[in-house]
């Protein structure tokens, strides 16, 4: 394929190994697990934030879904709960037998208003459309625009999750949704924590103690990188109201261009941080800082900086 070619597992491992993920725990319930605000991968002045030579960045919500075959029920759980007019786009990668024609696409179609399609390269992700990986392939997003490709090997196929995951970070940042139902195995975890480290929202599904559930929920949730652990019926909820408080947040001015908000704000949290955590954050960027934060209030549901 001549746009970007698709990654294997070995290849998205390379560039994305969890510096944590067999240190952390699960938490309880449908709270939030900590988000590594400030991460020992944040090398102040050397930490790259957003630029104008980035990729195009999509004005809504791209929400990436992945599941193994077995996550049929709670694809169809999401959907019955989430409204047809979200202005979310989401992209739903399961494991599917190669040479098994996927009826996926016709499936969810049956429990949501919304157009449904199997994806096809050049699929643009658009608000309130859900789009299906086809069979025996391997998904990426380039500038909002999807890119289809036959896997290099059966080990990329088995991690097609953590590809597509991990390219919607690098694609579309703060927009991006990366969530993560019933499967065997641990794929996806990867992919959770890019989303997380490009300042996204993570979510794991829940069993029914609140805990996350056994396979790639619970590998997912143990590297520390999700913010919520749900049960699918749960999750468009608390998406809707991360939208609107994200919207809402962009009101405020503390976007990351803004240097009003910057001064009012980041000496604050700087000193702060430095007598709890005997750390100077004085030398990061503060597109960093200032993204982290704002991340840290989304997720949180805060609207003052001072809280």
């Known amino acids: 394929m001549g746009r970007g070619r698709i990654r294997s597992t070995r290849h998205v491992k390379a560039a994305a190994t969890p510096p944590s993920a067999a240190k952390a725990k699960s938490g309880d319930g449908a709270k939030d697990n900590g988000p ?7 090398h102040g002045p050397d930490d790259s934030g957003p630029d104008d030579s980035g990729p195009q960045r999509a004005g809504h919500m ?7 075959a077995g996550g049929l029920d709670a694809f169809r759980s999401f959907f019955s709960e989430m409204p047809t007019d979200s202005g979310m786009a989401f992209v739903l990668v399961q494991h599917l037998d190669p040479d098994y024609n996927s009826a996926l696409a016709e499936i969810i179609g049956k429990c949501t208003a919304m157009p449904v399609v199997k994806a096809a390269d050049g699929t643009i992700a658009a608000p309130n459309t859900v789009a299906v990986i086809p069979q025996n392939a391997i998904l990426k997003i380039e500038g909002g625009v999807l890119r289809v490709a036959l896997p290099e090997t ?8 953590d590809t597509f995951l991990v390219s919607l970070a690098e694609d579309q940042g703060e927009n991006a949704v990366g969530i993560i139902l019933s499967g065997f195995g641990s794929d996806g975890t990867i992919g959770i924590e890019a ?3 490009a300042g996204g929202l993570t979510l794991s599904e829940a069993a029914f103690d609140h805990h996350a559930k056994f396979g790639m929920p619970q590998s997912a949730t143990a590297g520390g990188f999700v913010d919520y652990v749900l049960q699918p019926h749960e999750m468009p909820a608390r998406l809707l109201e991360y939208r609107d408080f994200k919207f809402k947040d962009a009101a405020l001015g503390l976007s990351e261009t803004s240097a009003t908000g ?4 980041l000496v604050t949290i700087c000193a702060v941080l430095n007598s709890r955590l005997g750390r100077d954050f004085g030398q990061y960027k503060s597109s960093t800082l200032m993204r982290r934060v704002r991340r840290r209030m989304q997720v949180l549901h805060i609207e003052d900086p001072n809280e």
């Open 262 to 265: 910057r001064a009012n704000h």
């Open 154 to 161: 059966p080990t990329a196929r088995r991690s097609s999750i």
């Open 36 to 42: 590594k605000d400030i991460g020992p991968n944040d």
């Open 195 to 197: 989303i997380k480290e």
């Open 62 to 68: 791209i929400v990436g879904i992945g599941a193994s």
